[in-house]
């Protein structure tokens, strides 16, 4: 198993740009999910989806969106990037049910913003 | 609105010494989980903990719930080097439709020196 997979490794945009960050895993996961990692604020929800065509927002959702089509790909688009969204991101996946639920990380994205 | 709280922030740790990573959270959970981060790496499980009085210990790491007290601690004993990262706790807690949604501390930067 590759487990959770993201590309790019690292991503420079110019403010207005767009783009999408992928999210795969190959665990027949149901739960998936991103989140934005800032220098001394952990880490923080963007969105997640509990199954395919199920998505909802986390904690920071605004220039951020999200679909699922299938179980194994959960992308992130950003629509117009702007400099605070210089970040590094994270996805994740899990199963939905079961006991603890334990979520395993993707490598991130190293986004900047100029 | 969920709080995650760690302290200390910092820990500068020598040799062979023993201390305690608090992590204290504000709202009802029974889900808290321990990751370890290297630096430009993604997070590492470390522990999952799932009820009351929860102890778990992999090599000189030992972590333990209190969910009354809404307390984890993380527990090193006679440190070595190898253990210098950044160790987050994070609380789950329940969206209407599953688990998964982590609500992250601020992290413990750990260095052990000689």
């Known amino acids: 198993n590759a487990g959770v997979t993201q590309t790019p490794k690292f991503q420079v945009l110019k403010t207005g740009q767009s783009m999408t960050l992928q999210c795969a895993q190959d665990?027949?996961?149901?739960?998936m999910s991103w989140y934005r990692q800032d220098p001394g604020m952990g880490l923080r929800l963007i969105h997640y989806s509990v199954g395919a065509g199920i998505t909802d927002q986390g904690e920071v959702p605004n220039g951020y969106n999200v679909s699922r089509s299938t179980t194994e790909d959960f992308p992130l688009r950003l629509l117009s990037a702007a400099p605070s969204q210089t970040s590094v991101y994270f996805c994740?996946?899990?199963?939905?049910?079961?006991?603890?639920?334990?979520?395993?990380f993707g490598p991130g994205t190293r986004l900047t913003v100029l | 609105e969920l709080k995650v709280e760690q302290n200390p922030l910092f820990l500068s740790m020598q040799e062979g010494k023993n201390y305690t990573i608090y992590c204290n959270y504000s709202t009802t959970s029974d889900r808290l989980y321990w990751y370890r981060q290297d630096p430009g790496k993604s997070l590492e499980s470390l522990f999952v903990l799932l009820s009351n009085g929860a102890v778990k210990q992999e090599g000189r790491l030992m972590a333990s719930l209190d969910t009354k007290a809404r307390l984890s601690t993380l527990h090193i004993t006679a440190a070595v080097h190898d253990l210098s990262a950044t160790y987050f706790c994070?609380?789950?807690?329940?969206?209407?439709?599953?688990?998964?949604?982590?609500?992250f501390g601020q992290g413990t930067i750990l260095t052990v020196h000689p």
């Open positions: 994070a609380v789950d807690i329940f969206s209407g439709t599953s688990y998964g949604k982590l609500t």
């Open positions: 665990m027949n996961h149901e739960y």
């Open positions: 994740a996946s899990s199963y939905r049910s079961g006991r603890d639920n334990e979520q395993f």
